[in-house]
């Protein structure tokens, strides 16, 4: 994270004039407190475009949209940027579903419908390939991401775009370098662009310093119609529940500390960790005066 960085999280600019907003945001709360929501929301979104030069090269974003406050929060984002002039691509919303029990099908359709979006829906029932793969007691979730973002790099592809979008926040940022920390053994986030294996999808995530408590707030306010992550009942135990439980406590208990955590992670010094594929220990002499001298 560069130093300009600090102001994506800054609030000085939330009572300048609003220059309109996008007509998806026709029927949200007209209050003070929601516009300083959406403003801090869409600067955090631009800064973080900025520093990691997201645009650079694009012309065709497709959003994954998965029913969640998140994928929608990014999605509204995206959209009222893209009416501002400030974000020259063309979207494609895209749902995957995977088969989930009881997922209902309707409602993202008719949402994205009623906004004028163009998306599609693709069918993967992945759902079976990770019930049958999958140790009984175990957590759907790594198979399942996995299998969802092949096909989504597969579907970015046939739809001519350059990126696939995902909204992935702050908190999944830390949580996902926690994990990594205390049970993978090493120092690893989720990375806010991405190329892929094969060097033709970039992977973008817009919303790296957004608030996972704000974009609640957001999808609440806007009344988007959330479709729960809980229909193949996997979701009890889980290791970043554990780690999203332990940022809440230390947050509460010294308030600030998650955005001082994100920008270290955008502050490494190489040659103060224990890595010498990332710095050359051995080349380190002391300097010692010439006899002569």
Request: aromatic share 8%; charged share 25%; glycine share 6%.
């Amino acid at each position: 994270m560069t130093a300009s960085t600090t102001l994506a999280f800054a609030d000085t600019d939330d009572d300048a004039p609003d220059t309109g907003r996008h007509p998806l945001f026709a029927d949200a709360p007209s209050s003070v407190s929601f516009n300083k929501l959406r403003k801090r929301l869409l600067r955090q979104v631009r800064q973080a475009m900025d520093d990691f030069a997201m645009l650079k090269g694009q012309k065709r974003w497709l959003v994954g949209l998965s029913g969640g406050k998140d994928s929608y929060g990014l999605l509204a984002l995206l959209m009222d940027l893209q009416w501002r002039g400030l974000l020259p691509v063309e979207l494609v919303a895209c749902n995957l579903d995977q088969g989930q029990p009881n997922f209902p099908k309707h409602i993202l359709p008719d949402y994205l419908k009623s906004i004028g979006v163009r998306h599609r829906i693709e069918y993967r029932d992945t759902y079976s390939i990770v019930k049958e793969k999958v140790p009984s007691g175990a957590t759907y979730c790594s198979l399942c991401s996995r299998l969802r973002r092949g096909n989504l790099y597969r579907i970015a592809r046939e739809e001519g775009c350059d990126a696939l979008v995902l909204g992935h926040h702050r908190e999944d940022i830390l949580e996902t370098f926690f994990m990594n920390f205390f049970h993978g053994g090493r120092l690893a986030a989720m990375p806010p662009k991405l190329l892929n294996d094969e060097g033709d999808v970039m992977l973008l995530r817009p919303l790296a310093y957004a608030a996972e408590d704000d974009l609640a707030k957001f999808a609440a306010a806007m009344r988007f119609p959330i479709i729960p992550c809980d229909l193949c009942g996997s979701q009890d135990g889980l290791q970043r529940n554990a780690m999203k439980a332990m940022l809440a406590e230390i947050e509460t208990r010294m308030p600030g500390r998650k955005d001082a955590m994100l920008r270290a992670l955008g502050h490494t010094n190489p040659s103060h960790l224990l890595d010498p594929k990332l710095f050359d220990f051995s080349s380190l002499e002391t300097v010692r005066p010439h006899d002569d001298d």
